[in-house]
């Protein structure tokens, strides 16, 4: 079975642009989270969708969305960039909605904001 | 209030020893899951083994073990047998039903295992 696929890897953005990111889940899990890695806040919940409905967010601004896929497919997008959006994004599909249903993730796509 | 605590910012362990890392939680609920990850520095995250709050048993995964203490909130991972390719951060996590199911992590501690 296939992994969470996430793309692109790397990316360089300048300051103003936007960026959307991609994440396809491991077949079968209808779960998408995204979360926000940096070495000071380390790791953030950016936001979760279930059969293309979010069911949570994180405390991010607007500038950060995101949407589901009838397959399950999310993106991530990130508006008018700025130096502090520098991060590795990672995408985690889950098979149930459910605390104990353990979170797989992705490779992750390393954003540079310059 | 933070939820998942990890107090050992860093570890060092010899080769074929075994390794405890360290993981308090603080919930309300009575339902929950606690997971531990691996992260190697190329940055993906290797999900390594789950507790759930109802488990008797203490889980494992060959040679990751979980030693669970509920009284206490403790979820420390203990790795057998270290290998040179055990270096690596390891984030502790949890989700519970008050926090809407999303995963919430510790600050991680660095792993390091000498030859």
């Known amino acids: 079975k296939a992994g969470v696929t996430q793309t692109p890897r790397y990316l360089i953005k300048t300051r103003g642009q936007q960026v959307t990111l991609s994440c396809s889940p491991i077949?079968?899990?209808?779960?998408v989270s995204w979360y926000q890695q940096t070495p000071g806040q380390g790791l953030q919940f950016l936001f979760e969708?279930?059969?293309?409905?979010?069911?949570n967010k994180g405390n991010f601004p607007g500038r950060f969305s995101g949407r589901q896929f009838s397959n399950s497919r999310s993106e991530m997008n990130v508006s008018t960039l700025e130096l502090g959006d520098s991060a590795l994004y990672l995408c985690?599909?889950?098979?149930?909605?459910?605390?104990?249903?353990?979170?797989?993730f992705g490779n992750g796509t390393r954003l540079t904001v310059t | 209030a933070q939820k998942i605590t990890q107090t050992q910012p860093g570890m060092f362990v010899q080769e074929k020893e075994a390794v405890t890392l360290d993981c308090t939680y603080d919930?309300?609920?009575?339902?929950?899951?606690l997971f531990w990850y691996k992260q190697p520095s190329s940055g993906e995250m290797i999900f390594l083994i789950y507790?759930?709050?109802?488990?008797?048993q203490n889980a494992t995964e060959g040679r990751y073990s979980l030693n669970f203490q509920k009284a206490r909130k403790s979820a420390n991972l203990v790795i057998s047998a270290s290998q040179l390719g055990d270096s690596a951060m390891y984030f502790c996590a949890m989700r519970d039903v008050e926090y809407g199911n999303k995963l919430v992590f510790g600050a991680g501690t660095i792993l390091r295992v000498k030859s």
């Open positions: 507790q759930g709050s109802y488990d008797e």
């Open positions: 077949s079968g899990h209808r779960s």
């Open positions: 985690a599909s889950s098979q149930y909605d459910s605390y104990n249903s353990p979170l797989h």
């Open positions: 919930t309300s609920d009575q339902s929950y899951g």
């Open positions: 969708y279930f059969s293309e409905t979010q069911r």
